[in-house]
């Protein structure tokens, strides 16, 4: 048996919950990982898991096992990227999982920068505003909105963008241009709702401590790029973050509005799990994307 290859694979099940997931990870047959499993349990002497036909977990042996196991792979993988990284740079895989707007706008532009100083890292990136499964599709990190929730994530800061409010000429040509948010309830507000609910989020508008929420629902969308579209064809007033509808105000195509109100700044994180913090290719992929949106 090989046991530290056995070691990764139950600690890959018991992170997935999933034998098929964690050979697909593994890049191993389902059969080949769980007669790994099983001869690691005969080696041991003691039950790992529990098993039935939809749930796995870890026995209060396996627990133990686990938390052992993920320090002295860490450690280990930490010794083999520090000998490599004597003489190469990172090189390997990363899945990685950002939001439309973020990833559109402002990740990919700086990608090229990243591929030049590591041309031996390949990178998997999933666009969606829909949150990523980080353990259960392997990815291993994530870029996300909002306040970090996941406290089992290890998170660190990116930046924080602010909003603006905007509709395109046609629209303003055809509707008015609103004085005040007040305004609002003469005209089409587009929205935005995350993908677990249905209910759109409300245009927000902070001033000298008053604050006003506008209902939206006309039209919604669950994807940042898709109110930029939205706001785009005219179909109504929208909030989006600055930097990412800049080059459409530049072009003419958007124009800002109520600019005497804004709306409160959104924090941008990316997490990942915190057994993957000595993971060389990681490492530098978190630093290179602090340092780029740090100004």
């Given amino acids: 048996m090989n046991q530290l290859l056995a070691m990764r694979a139950f600690v890959r099940v018991i992170d997935t919950g999933s034998f098929s997931r964690a050979s697909d990870q593994l890049g191993l047959p389902r059969s080949t990982v769980s007669k790994l499993i ?3 349990e005969a080696h041991l002497g003691n039950k790992l898991m529990h098993r039935t036909t939809r749930t796995i977990s870890a026995t209060a042996e396996g627990v133990e096992y686990y938390q052992q196991s993920t320090r002295i792979l860490a450690e280990l993988d930490a010794m083999d990227h520090a000998m490599r990284g004597q003489k190469r740079k ?3 895989h990363l899945r990685i999982d950002a ?3 973020f990833a559109t706008t402002l990740l990919i532009p700086a990608l090229p920068t990243f591929h030049r100083e590591y041309p031996d890292i390949t990178l998997a990136l999933g666009i969606s505003d829909r949150p990523a499964d980080i353990v259960g599709e392997g990815v291993d990190c994530v870029i996300r909105a909002g306040e970090v929730q996941a406290m089992s994530m290890v998170g660190r800061k990116l930046v924080d963008l602010c909003y603006g409010t905007f509709a395109s000429p046609a629209y303003l040509a055809r509707a008015g241009t609103p004085l005040a948010p007040g305004d609002l309830d003469r005209h089409v507000c587009l ?12 245009l927000v508008f902070e001033r000298a ?24 064809a005219g179909m109504g ?19 800002p509005i109520l600019q005497d109100w804004n709306r409160p700044l959104m924090p941008f994180h990316i997490l990942y799990p915190p057994n993957r913090h000595q ?7 978190v630093d290179w994307l602090i340092d780029t949106f740090r100004d």
Avoid: C, W
């Fill in 38 to 40: 099983g001869d690691l």
């Fill in 90 to 92: 990172p090189r390997g």
């Fill in 99 to 101: 939001p439309a707007s």
């Fill in 191 to 202: 929205g935005y709702f995350f993908a677990a609910t249905t209910k759109p989020n409300p």
């Fill in 209 to 232: 401590g008053e604050r006003l929420e506008i209902e939206s629902g006309a039209l919604s969308t669950n994807d940042g790029n898709g109110v930029l579209a939205l706001m785009l």
């Fill in 237 to 255: 007033i929208g909030q989006h973050f600055r930097r990412m509808v800049q080059p459409a105000v530049d072009a003419g195509e958007l124009v």
């Fill in 279 to 285: 993971n060389a290719r990681l490492t530098v992929f």
